[in-house]
T-cell receptor
Framework: NAGVTQTPKFQVLKTGQSMTLQCAQDMNHEYMSWYRQDPGMGLRLIHYSVGAGITDQGEVPNGYNVSRSTTEDFPLRLLSAAPSQTSVYFC?????????????????FGPGTRLTVL | AQSVTQLDSHVSVSEGTPVLLRCNYSSSYSPSLFWYVQHPNKGLQLLLKYTSAATLVKGINGFEAEFKKSETSFHLTKPSAHMSDAAEYFCVVRSYSGTYKYIFGTGTRLKVLA
C-alpha cells in the first residue's frame, strides 16, 4: 500500500490564483480530512468527509472547497488564493469516522504540501 | 467541546536523560487521547493512544504516556532521550460537538543535545 499520498509537495501561488491540492489513499478508508499547520497553532481541521459523496466543514473552512466523488480521492481546492493561506497542508485518512471505536481507528497522514501565496 | 493544552512549546534535554512532554486535557466524559510525532519536513506518525483501556499506554520508540483522570493529564515520557527523538510532538483529543473530530494541541518541539 502507498498509504496517503499528496501532490504537489511544494507550490507557490500569486494572490487570486486558484489551485487544487490532491490527496489519495489506497486503504479503502471511509474518513478523510484536510488540516492546515501553522507555527504555534498545531493542526486545524479545514474539511472532512465520512464517505464518498459526503463532506462537511471543519474549524477553518473559508476559502476552501472539497469534494469526494470516490472513496480514494479527496482534493482540496483553493478558490482565490490569499497570503493568509500560506501554510503546510496535510491530508489524513481513518478506517472509520472518529465517532467509531478508536481501538483500531488510527489516523494516517500524508507527507504534506507546503504552499506559499505571494 | 474537548480541548488539549500542551504546556511547553519547546523542551531541551541531553541525550540519555529522561523526556517529559506535558499535556492537559479538558473533557466532560472519558476522552480518547493520542500523541503524534512529526520529524522535520515529514508527516505525522502515531506514537500511542489511550481509549479507556489501561491508563499506562506504551507506544513506539520507547515512549509511554499515563492517563491521569484526577489531574486531567496525559503526559508523554521516555526514560532516555536519543538524538533521533528530536521532533515536534502533538497531543490530540477526540472531541464531540455535534460530530466527532480530532483536536490538536499547539505542539512541543523537542531538542536533544549531544
Amino acid at each position: 500500500n502507498a498509504g496517503v499520498t499528496q501532490t504537489p509537495k511544494f507550490q507557490v501561488l500569486k494572490t487570486g490564483q486558484s489551485m487544487t491540492l490532491q490527496c489519495a489513499q489506497d486503504m479503502n478508508h471511509e474518513y478523510m480530512s484536510w488540516y492546515r499547520q501553522d507555527p504555534g497553532m498545531g493542526l486545524r481541521l479545514i474539511h472532512y468527509s465520512v464517505g464518498a459523496g459526503i463532506t462537511d466543514q471543519g474549524e477553518v473552512p473559508n476559502g476552501y472547497n472539497v469534494s469526494r466523488s470516490t472513496t480514494e480521492d479527496f482534493p482540496l481546492r483553493l478558490l482565490s488564493a490569499a497570503p493568509s493561506q500560506t501554510s503546510v497542508y496535510f491530508c489524513a485518512s481513518n478506517p472509520r469516522p472518529p465517532g467509531q471505536p478508536d481501538r483500531r481507528n488510527e489516523q494516517f497522514f500524508g507527507p504534506g504540501t507546503r504552499l506559499t501565496v505571494l | 467541546a474537548q480541548s488539549v493544552t500542551q504546556l511547553d512549546s519547546h523542551v531541551s534535554v541531553s541525550e540519555g536523560t529522561p523526556v517529559l512532554l506535558r499535556c492537559n486535557y479538558s473533557s466532560s466524559y472519558s476522552p480518547s487521547l493520542f500523541w503524534y510525532v512529526q520529524h522535520p519536513n515529514k508527516g505525522l506518525q502515531l506514537l500511542l493512544k489511550y481509549t479507556s483501556a489501561a491508563t499506562l499506554v506504551k507506544g513506539i520508540n520507547g515512549f509511554e504516556a499515563e492517563f491521569k483522570k484526577s489531574e486531567t493529564s496525559f503526559h508523554l515520557t521516555k526514560p532516555s532521550a536519543h538524538m533521533s527523538d528530536a521532533a515536534e510532538y502533538f497531543c490530540v483529543v477526540r472531541s464531540y460537538s455535534g460530530t466527532y473530530k480530532y483536536i490538536f494541541g499547539t505542539g512541543t518541539r523537542l531538542k536533544v543535545l549531544a
